[in-house]
């Protein structure tokens, strides 16, 4: 059995910020694998479901995002989970939008999410760390993550969490490469060949142009207009 943990806060007014994807991320592989419906328990949103031959439980923490570890930590102790046994999405800075690792323990990295795990658990739980980009200064960091995806961002946010929901059985066999390489490497479409090009009939160097073309014309025919007289 493992346990999904999706990040992120509860409410209307965060559904759509970059800080929830974990959310996100969790929500589209509940609904491609056909999970039970959600229920509160555990301080947060837990549902089950079976991913390959391995049943799974998701959870969403509704304890905001610093006090995660709370929720995280009830579950697993319920359903006797280990920390190896704990997947976690969350958003990361430290990748460009739409990129995407796994890792399994290390620091926290100043995640509030991570590190109310990390106080909980400790650091060896997997993490799939999706990216959400840097504003490009620590003063922006807050308004970044706390403010919803653009319209633009529509382009690679979609496609990528139907891709992580496509490619959750890879994580649940513990291929974490094997998934990370299913969702970065798609192969781009080809380009159709390019056309050949004519070539161009080689010069024999350089002829008169047109209009002395014609005045030579013009000066045979009178020529041969004085001989006929």
């Known amino acids: 059995m493992l346990l999904f943990v999706g990040l992120g806060n509860p409410g209307a007014d965060y559904a ?3 800080h929830n994807i974990g959310f996100m991320a969790v929500d589209t592989i509940v609904r491609r694998h056909s999970f039970s419906p959600w229920r509160a328990k555990f301080q947060g949103e837990v549902c089950e479901g079976v991913i390959g031959s391995e049943k799974i439980v998701a959870l969403k923490p509704m304890t905001y995002m610093n006090e995660s570890g709370r929720s995280v930590a009830a579950c697993a102790q319920f359903y006797k989970i280990e920390p190896k046994d704990i997947v976690v999405f969350h958003d990361e800075l430290d990748l460009d ?8 323990g290390g620091g926290h990295a100043g995640h509030n ?13 997997r993490r799939v760390r999706l990216g959400i980009g840097h504003p490009g200064s620590k003063e922006r960091v807050t308004a970044h993550v706390l403010g919803d995806f653009a319209k633009v961002d ?10 992580v929901a496509d490619a959750a059985t890879f994580l649940v066999e513990s291929d974490d490469t094997g998934f990370m390489n299913r969702i970065a490497g798609k192969p781009a479409e080809k380009s159709a060949p390019a056309k050949p090009t004519p070539a161009t009939p080689k010069s024999t160097g350089p002829g008169p142009e047109p209009a002395a073309r014609n005045a030579m ?3 045979l025919r009178r020529l041969l207009a004085q001989k006929k007289r």
């Open 16 to 18: 759509r910020n970059r």
């Open 97 to 104: 939008p739409g990129r995407i690792r796994v890792k399994l």
């Open 113 to 125: 999410g991570l590190r109310s795990i990390h106080a909980h658990l400790g650091p060896d739980y």
């Open 154 to 163: 529509r382009e690679w946010l979609e496609p990528l969490l139907d891709d």
């Open 217 to 219: 014309a013009e000066t």
